[in-house]
């Protein structure tokens, strides 16, 4: 017999409670009793002030780690205020700064959290951004977001970073900017890589790559000013201060409004000129000329070698020589070598060793040769 037993100031309360605890008792008789066992938390270590070491199943040291805080709770060990180096082959290769991080105990993968500061020991760059991660089985470190790569000579920016300790080399992808840091000069690729054994900057892009050239302060006002400087492929070498394009290459300049198409140019940073050892083709107000080699200089000074040819001219006329000598700024023209000169209106043809002229005031002196000339009525 089970007896129920409650105080109430109000009988009809007291009533209720009573049919809820017999049909309570009621139900519990008809049904079973589920019982739930809590679910045991997943152990957790806490430590400060900890360092890490990994190695590989040949006792090469993978890479070194001293964090603030840790806590270890399965296979992650999380990790906050760290300091570090990575190693290939018993060799330092990066090292490292960044607030927080996470360790994957068997997998020997390392993720950081930024802003982190990665300097690599060989080649000298520093590299900077939001997420990094680290696989010490491949050697492979990649970083995305807000990535910037920084050198004595130059910064990068980019979306996507990802460097290799077998190959040595690193790549920049995702609107890439390269900015030389002793002159106000950028180049702007969607892919370019940097070779520290043979200190060069490489682009490469099916579309074709785009160099930003302003002129710095201390250059002189005669300069080649260069606003838009394409290609598909370019290079940078360090050492010797060049600029190589190559492929569809097509420069402008900004003040003599000059345009020049070649397979390949050569810009000296140094000396501010350009070459060609693979020909062009130059438009100038009306005017084209092409050849299979030429340079220009810092003085706007054009020089035209082997099978010259100009077209354009006023009057109609056309001009062919071995060696042509241009000045953008005076108009001057000098020609030498098998010089042939011919125009229509009137008809004219001079042929000759060399010749001298000006185009802003229409004059011409051949020398060395013979001249037919034909007066219509």
């Known amino acids: 017999m089970t ?22 008792l009621i139900l519990s008789g008809c049904a079973p009793v589920i019982f739930r066992r809590p679910v ?28 603030e805080e840790v806590e270890v709770a399965g296979e992650v060990v999380q990790l906050k205020q760290i300091q570090g180096t990575f190693y290939h082959k018993q060799e330092p290769i990066y090292s490292l700064q960044a607030p927080h991080g996470q360790v994957h105990q068997y997998s020997h993968f390392i993720q950081l959290q930024g802003p982190i500061v990665v300097e690599n020991v060989r ?25 910037l790569l920084q050198h004595p000579q130059f910064e990068m920016k980019g979306q996507r970073f990802q460097a290799s300790t077998q190959t040595r080399q690193s790549r920049l992808s995702g609107a890439v900017t390269v900015t030389w840091l002793n002159r106000n000069l950028q180049l702007q690729a ?4 940097w070779l520290p054994r043979q200190k060069t900057l490489s682009a490469h892009s099916m579309i074709p790559a785009r160099v930003t050239v302003q002129p710095s302060a201390d250059q002189p006002l005669t300069s080649n000013k260069w606003q838009h400087v394409q290609a598909q492929r370019v290079n940078w070498l360090l050492p010797s201060q060049q600029l190589v394009f190559d492929e ?45 080699q030429g340079r220009l200089e810092a003085s706007q000074t054009l020089h035209l070698q082997d099978q010259v040819q100009v077209q354009g001219l006023p009057q ?26 011919q125009q229509l ?33």
């Open 3 to 24: 007896r129920l037993f409650f105080v109430s100031a109000n009988a009809g309360y007291g009533a209720y409670i009573y049919l809820v605890g017999l049909l309570g």
């Open 40 to 67: 045991p938390k997943q152990p957790q270590t806490s430590l400060h002030q900890a360092i890490f070491k990994r190695t590989d199943p040949a006792g090469q040291l993978l890479w070194q780690l001293r964090a």
């Open 123 to 147: 080649d000298r760059t520093t590299l900077r951004s939001q997420r990094i991660q680290w696989h010490p089985k491949t050697g492979q470190l990649m970083a995305q977001q807000q990535v």
């Open 190 to 193: 969607q892919e370019i890589n």
């Open 248 to 292: 569809a290459v097509e420069i402008r300049s900004s003040e003599s409004k000059m345009h020049i198409k070649s397979p390949r140019l050569v810009m000296s940073l140094t000396e501010d000129k350009w070459h060609s050892p693979r020909g062009l083709h130059v438009q100038y107000q009306g005017i084209s000329a092409q050849a299979k």
């Open 316 to 341: 109609q006329a056309q001009l062919r020589a071995q060696a042509l000598t241009w000045n953008m700024a005076t108009q001057t023209v000098q020609a030498r070598g098998q010089l042939v000169y």
């Open 345 to 377: 209106q009137p008809w004219m043809r001079m042929t000759g060793t060399k010749a001298a002229g000006n185009l802003r005031e229409q004059t011409l002196e051949v020398e060395g040769g013979e001249a037919v000339v034909e007066i219509v009525p």
